[in-house]
């Protein structure tokens, strides 16, 4: 079965940086588009990035490009998020998800608190 396992969430003071890990499993992972994805508090769960299966095509939130990038490793099953000059704002549960068979697949997310 799908499974998507994040990782890599934690502290960071503005103008940090972090990086999370997708660990992917049950399912051809270098067929596929993925995506991240994060939820604020109290704020509906909202886009960030995706990248093709190659990792050659990336397109980002406006609110995110320019600071984060994504990519893969697709010998390691692995996608990630690297995020710089974190702000405040970018606090959220940040879930990796793909669409397999009509079906959108999520991890049970990793949170990222920016605060000083």
């Known amino acids: 079965q799908v499974q998507l396992v994040e990782s890599g969430g934690g502290l960071a003071q503005p103008g940090g940086s972090l990086r999370l890990s997708c660990l992917a499993s049950?399912?051809?992972?270098?067929?596929?588009?993925m995506y991240w994805f994060r939820q604020a508090p109290g704020e509906e769960r909202d886009f960030v990035a995706r990248?093709?299966?190659?990792?050659?095509?990336?397109y980002y939130a406006d609110s995110v490009k320019g600071r984060f990038t994504i990519s893969r490793d697709n010998a390691k099953n692995t996608m990630y998020l690297q995020m710089n000059s974190l702000k405040p704002e970018d606090t959220a549960v940040y879930y990796c998800?793909?669409?397999?068979?009509?079906?959108?697949?999520w991890g049970k997310g990793t949170l990222v608190t920016v605060s000083s």
């Open positions: 990248i093709n299966w190659s990792g050659q095509m990336t």
């Open positions: 049950g399912f051809t992972f270098n067929s596929y588009t």
């Open positions: 998800t793909v669409d397999h068979g009509g079906m959108a697949y």
